[in-house]
């Protein structure tokens, strides 16, 4: 069966520093990945989607970027934090079964920028 | 583009009661229509989802939907709520034939509180 990963599950950094969290999928193959933010109270926002290794769309402009190196395998990152960044962030993956997409969640990591 | 609205931001039911929680989407055409739910800290959990056919469909956990193509409407229900139902209850859109990458548009969710 599939799973996603995602670490760190908690993260606390100061305004100014790096960022990188990282999502993992087992189980599956050539899955496309999505990186979405979940602010306090507020629904989720579609981040990054990717279809393909070094195949990177972004939704939002912002000091964000991703990556995705393997085929299983979606990094999250910042040069810069700002304290907007703070929020829910949520890996997710799908595969087509006759064209149509399930998109599966991951646990999620909280990211507090102080 | 697509749209979707739950229109209540927070429910309260008593335990044992019925439940529905409602969805509406703006689409040209039909759409792909889910319902995931959250608990506190917790990622996504998929309920149920629709992509043709039966109109009625059944999920996980006892909930069911029904897509009703003249109200715009994808609403969950459950005919007796538990404790362990309460958490958040996110609507979401996909269009088909949006190509290799099938976005999903999220409503703003629905809080679900169960009295004892």
């Known amino acids: 069966s599939q799973t996603i990963h995602q670490w760190p599950a908690t993260l606390v950094q100061p305004v100014g520093s790096p960022l990188s969290l990282e999502c993992t999928v087992e189980?599956?193959?050539?899955?496309?990945l999505y990186w979405y933010r979940q602010a306090a109270g507020r629904g989720l926002q579609l981040l990054f989607y990717?279809?393909?290794?070094?195949?990177i769309s972004s939704e939002v402009p912002q000091n964000l970027s991703a990556s995705r190196p393997q085929d299983r395998q979606f990094i999250l990152s910042s040069k810069k934090l700002l304290l907007s960044d703070s929020g829910f962030y949520l890996c997710?993956?799908?595969?087509?079964?006759?064209?149509?997409?399930?998109?599966?969640f991951g646990p999620g990591t909280r990211l507090t920028v102080l | 583009a697509q749209s979707v609205t739950q229109p209540d931001i927070h429910i309260t039911v008593s335990e044992g009661a019925s439940l529905e929680l409602r969805c509406n989407y703006s689409?040209?055409?039909?759409?792909?229509l889910f319902w995931y739910v959250q608990s506190p800290g917790q990622g996504l959990q998929l309920l149920l989802k629709?992509?043709?056919?039966?109109?009625l469909v059944q999920g996980i956990k006892g909930f069911e939907a029904e897509f009703k193509r003249s109200q715009s409407s994808f609403n969950l229900r459950k005919p007796s709520v538990h404790w362990s139902d309460a958490a958040e209850y996110f609507c979401?859109?996909?269009?088909?034939?949006?190509?290799?990458?099938?976005?999903?548009?999220f409503g703003t969710g629905t809080r679900l509180q169960v009295m004892l």
């Open positions: 997710a993956w799908s595969v087509s079964v006759w064209g149509a997409h399930t998109q599966y």
């Open positions: 189980g599956t193959s050539n899955p496309n």
């Open positions: 990717s279809v393909g290794i070094g195949q």
């Open positions: 689409y040209g055409a039909t759409p792909y």
């Open positions: 629709y992509f043709s056919g039966d109109t």
């Open positions: 979401a859109v996909g269009a088909p034939g949006t190509g290799t990458a099938s976005k999903l548009t």
